[in-house]
């Protein structure tokens, strides 16, 4: 398994503001990845971090508005820029040892509100 | 592309009686299935998977899942539930080959009644 920490665990912001959302992982993975619960929603996946390079979006998600960092193998970042209301959601973490691992593990996830 | 329907948002059942999680999937290669689930303001958990081999297979805390090829389902089951069950689990799959880029069920929030 990996032991993920992601850091806040939760925090309050005022509209317009940027939080970043920090996840340590404590072994090397090849795979990490950012994702979105919104409130009683599913889980939707916003990028993959790719170290070394710019992350992966998916459709309906943009560098601008979600800026990835990678920088080892251990620790990536998702800031959540000038933030509204809408933005108000759980954001998890989550790795896979390998490309073809077949299992991925979550963080405890950050639980933001905007106000 | 591929995607999770899970049938029921809102399962109730009463101690000690079967769990029954429903999980359909649609993708256009052999997926990869997976049971999270997730107890109030923490992440998820893997209950099981099903990667190749064997159709049934058993996960934590006594949980087990079928994958049916020919009904494109993997139903979540447990024979008596427990009061600690109560959570909320989704159904996800992934394009065979990983554990990446996972797409999710909407979910669903099991009460356990007394």
């Known amino acids: 398994s990996a032991v993920i920490s992601q850091k806040p665990s939760r925090d309050i912001c005022q509209r317009g503001t940027s939080l970043t959302i920090q996840c340590q992982v404590d072994?090397?993975?090849?795979?990490m990845f950012w994702y979105r619960q919104q409130p009683g929603q599913s889980l939707t996946l916003i990028a993959t971090?790719?170290?070394?390079?710019?992350?992966?979006?998916e459709s309906g998600f943009v560098i601008d508005k979600f800026p990835i960092s990678r920088p080892n193998l251990t620790f990536s970042t998702l800031t959540v820029s000038n933030m509204s209301p809408e933005d108000s959601s759980i954001y998890l973490c989550?790795?896979?040892?390998?490309?073809?691992?077949?299992?991925?593990?979550f963080g405890q996830g950050t639980r933001l509100t905007v106000v | 592309a591929q995607s999770v329907t899970q049938l029921g948002s809102h399962v109730s059942v009463s101690e000690g009686a079967l769990v029954l999680l429903r999980c359909n999937y649609s993708?256009?290669?052999?997926?990869?299935l997976f049971w999270y689930v997730q107890y109030p303001n923490q992440g998820l958990q893997l209950l099981l998977k099903?990667?190749?081999?064997?159709?049934l297979v058993k996960g934590i805390n006594g949980f087990e899942a079928e994958f049916k090829k020919s009904e494109t389902s993997f139903h979540l089951t447990k024979p008596s539930a427990h009061m600690s069950d109560a959570a909320e689990y989704f159904c996800?799959?992934?394009?065979?080959?990983?554990?990446?880029?996972?797409?999710f069920g909407s979910g669903t929030q099991l009460t356990v009644l007394p």
């Open positions: 971090a790719n170290q070394g390079s710019e992350a992966t979006y």
């Open positions: 996800a799959v992934s394009l065979a080959g990983s554990a990446r880029q996972l797409t």
């Open positions: 989550s790795v896979a040892r390998g490309a073809l691992s077949t299992e991925a593990f």
């Open positions: 072994s090397q993975v090849t795979m």
């Open positions: 993708s256009s290669v052999p997926p990869y």
């Open positions: 099903y990667t190749t081999g064997a159709t």
